[in-house]
DNA sequence: CAGGCTTCGTTCAGAATTCAACTTCTTAGG
DNA sequence: CCTAAGAAGTTGAATTCTGAACGAAGCCTG
C-alpha cells in the first residue's frame, strides 16, 4: 500500500508560464532600474517619490508608507535617511502621536518627481505596457488581482 | 506652435494592471522566500540548485549559471562561495579551458533538492499556480514571453 | 609568434538590506 | 492612576549586493 503523497509536480505547460513569469519579473526590475539610473534614482527611490506625491500633503507616515511599498520599517528607515540626505524628503513630527513621523516631499523631491516622471512612464510602456494588447492588458490584470489578494492575506510581518 | 511633446501617460487601466504587477511581484517573491527559510534556502540558493540538478553531469560554468540566473559574476562568484561553505556545491576546475570553472553540485546538494523541491512545488501552486485557470495561464505565458523576448534583448551587462 | 582584444572569474570597497535590540509613546485593564 | 502590552521608529552589527579593477588565460591578426 502506498503511504507517501505523491508530489503534485508542475506540468511542463505550467512549468513554462512560471519561469517566464520569474523571468520577466527579474529582467524588467533590472531594465527599470538601468533607466532611472541617469537620474540618479534607484527604483525603490522612485516608487517611494510616487506613493509620497500621490499622498495629502505629500506626507505618509513612515509605517504607513513602509506597509504601501511592502518594506520593513528597518529598511525604510534607513532609504528615507538616504534620501534626506540627498534632499528629496524630509521628516517631520506627527501632531496626533507624539512616536509618529511623516516622510514628507520637498520641493527638490517634486521637481525631480516632475522631471523623472515621464521618462519612467516611457520606460514601463517601452519594455512593457506597449508590448501587450489592450486585451492581454486587461486579462493580466484579471489573471493576477486574485493573486495579489490571496498573498496580501498571506503576508506576515516584513 | 507646440514644441513640447506630451507625456504618454498610462491610463488607469494600465496604471492598475502596471501595479498589480509590480504588487504580485514582490509578494510572491517575499512569500516564496518565506516558504523556503524553514530550509535555510534563499530564494537565489534554490534556483542554484535547480539549474544544477538539471545540467548535464550537475555541473555548470560559472559564467553560464550567471547567465542562466540573470546575475552579474560578482554577484555569483560569492554567492557560490557561500554554498560551498554550506557543503551545497563546489568548485571544479575547467580542462578544456584553464580560465574556467564549473559550480557541481555535491551530494548534500542533489539531496537537498530532493527534500526541498516538492515543498517549493507545492508553494508555487499555492501561492500562484493554482490561483489561476488554465486557460489564465496560457494567455499568460503568451503575453509575457514577447516581452521576455523584449527585454533578453535589451539586457546589457549585469 | 607578438601584439592587442576579449573572456573568465575573483576581489575589494562602498552601498544597501536584514535582523535583533532598544527607546519612546500609546492604549487597555484593573 | 498604574502597569503591562503593544506600536512607531531608530540604531548598529552582520550579511549581501554592486560596480569597478584586476590577473590569468584564450583568441585573433598580421
Not at 525603490?44 to 509620497?52: H, K, M, R, T
Not at 508608507?65 to 518594506?71: E, P, R, S
Request: glycine share 6%.
Amino acid at each position: 500500500m502506498e503511504t507517501e503523497t505523491a508530489t503534485n509536480w508542475l506540468t511542463d505547460s505550467e512549468q513554462c508560464a512560471w519561469r517566464t513569469y520569474l523571468d520577466v519579473n527579474r529582467m524588467l526590475t533590472h531594465q527599470m532600474e538601468k533607466d532611472l539610473q541617469p537620474f540618479g534614482l534607484t527604483n525603490n527611490d522612485y516608487e517611494i517619490l510616487v506613493n509620497l506625491s500621490e499622498a495629502e500633503g505629500q506626507r505618509l507616515r513612515m509605517s504607513d508608507l513602509a506597509a504601501a511599498t511592502l518594506q520593513s520599517k528597518s529598511r525604510l528607515s534607513h532609504q528615507i535617511t538616504r534620501m534626506e540626505n540627498a534632499g528629496l524628503v524630509r521628516r517631520e513630527n506627527c501632531e496626533s502621536d507624539r512616536r509618529g513621523l511623516y516622510a514628507v516631499l520637498t520641493d527638490a523631491g517634486v521637481e525631480t518627481m516632475e522631471k523623472v516622471a515621464p521618462h519612467h512612464v516611457a520606460s514601463v510602456r517601452k519594455h512593457f505596457i506597449d508590448l501587450l494588447s489592450g486585451e492581454a492588458l486587461s486579462d493580466l490584470r484579471a489573471s493576477l488581482t486574485p493573486v495579489a489578494e490571496h498573498l496580501r492575506g498571506h503576508r506576515g510581518k516584513l
